[in-house]
């Protein structure tokens, strides 16, 4: 390099932001009965059981960052 070059300048690159999650989600409902006569009898029919798994994600970039100066030689 001559002297009258300037230092080359240095890009970094920082590491891009991600951040995901999942979290069960389960609810249910109350037992339901049904009586039945002739003879009487009582079935207990088990509520319902709902479940999902909602997923959520963010995922960012930043800009590179440059390090230095970019210039150019001097003239003569």
Known sequence: LSSRCAAPCEVTCSQPF?????????SSCGDSRAVVFA??????FPGPIISSCPQESFVGTSM???EGHMGSGGGG
């Open 39 to 44: 003879p009487p009898v009582v079935v207990t």
């Open 18 to 26: 991600v951040n995901c999650w999942n979290e069960p989600c389960v």
């Open 64 to 66: 590179p960052e440059i």
